[in-house]
């Protein structure tokens, strides 16, 4: 075989790769939260959110140490996930995390990690709230998470019931063969079935300027092509908006069609930026973009109360 031959076939196989990006990368739980609560760290000082992002930061670490020491969550049987994956189903539907024991004491164990962390009085008695939460109330609080319905006069105690939930979910998802997963439906997790935080162009050198979708519950992230709505799927009437003096490295993609946006961050310009934790900082843009007449569509239990 000569050089050149060689040559054209590693050609080949990279070009190959590039056209097609896998359609689901799976989550790293163990590593995921740590991660995050750096993040909210880093983001932190000087910010005018400041006190919350310490606070998330801490709740992240709460679930890093949740994550790592919790044991791997048991999953449907592997015909039941590909029946419903061949039906455009997700495979691990968030609904059941709600019946889940797994669920109910992964939230338990949060609160008592929780309990020595310094916080602002009302997140305090949030924590109390949750904690005297009897079995009845628990579930209803993990079904208004996993339903998108939260009550706005209860946003601080559901914080520590969606922050125990993304752990289960994201253990949960990241036991699935990352083959399975087909696509469900536009703005719809393929592997729980939860709803989308934010986009993000990735920067790593195999998958470099391919865009995926972070799921706000299970962490999973689905490839979605650029300038198409999140949402509803539409490639007319998008539109990038942006604040402007601050980085770029954060838009809002705008359409037309379904009045909706979701953040898009750019990691190959910045690979630190997170989903969760920069959305939550960048809640400026939520503000020009929602004042401009767009809803937000991205999902992050983070920013309920804002
Ligand atoms: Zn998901
Ligand atoms: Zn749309």
Redesign the pocket.
């Known amino acids: 075989m000569s050089d050149d031959q060689g040559f054209a076939a590693f050609e080949e196989v990279g070009i190959a790769e590039r056209d097609k990006p896998p359609f689901v990368r799976l989550p790293a739980p163990r590593t995921l939260f740590g991660l995050r609560a750096m993040r909210f760290t880093t983001l932190a000082p000087g910010h005018q959110l400041e006190p919350y992002l310490r606070f998330l930061a801490a709740l992240a670490q709460a679930q890093d140490k949740l994550a790592q020491e919790s044991v791997e969550p048991a999953i449907p049987a592997l015909d039941e996930q590909r029946r419903r994956a061949a039906h455009a189903m ?1 495979p ?1 539907p ?1 609904e059941d995390l709600a019946d889940d024991a797994t669920t109910d004491a992964a939230f338990t164990r949060l609160i008592a990690l929780m309990e020595p962390v310094a916080m602002p009085e009302l997140a305090r008695a949030a924590l109390a709230r949750a904690a005297a939460a009897d079995g009845d109330s628990r579930h209803a609080m993990f079904a208004a998470v996993l339903g998108d319905a939260v009550p706005v006069e209860a946003v601080a105690e559901h914080i520590f019931a969606a922050a125990a939930l993304q752990v289960v ?1 994201a253990l949960r ?1 990241a036991r699935l063969d990352a083959q399975l997963p087909q696509p469900v439906a536009d703005g719809v ?6 709803a989308p935080v934010a986009s993000a162009v990735v920067g790593t050198v195999d998958l470099d300027g391919v865009r995926y979708v972070h ?6 992230q689905w490839n979605h092509v650029r300038i198409k709505c999140v949402s509803c799927g539409s490639t007319k009437g998008i539109a990038y908006q942006e604040i402007e003096g601050v980085s770029d490295t954060i838009k809002a993609e705008t359409c037309d069609e379904c009045r909706t946006y979701v953040k898009i961050l750019n990691q190959r310009k910045d690979p630190e930026l997170e989903p969760i934790a920069d959305d939550v900082a960048s809640l400026g843009l939520d503000i020009l973009v929602t004042e401009a007449g767009w809803r937000r569509a991205g999902v992050n239990p983070f920013l309920l109360g804002y």
């Open positions: 997700p691990l968030r979910a998802t997790c393929p592997c729980c079935g939860g799921c706000s519950l299970c962490a999973a």
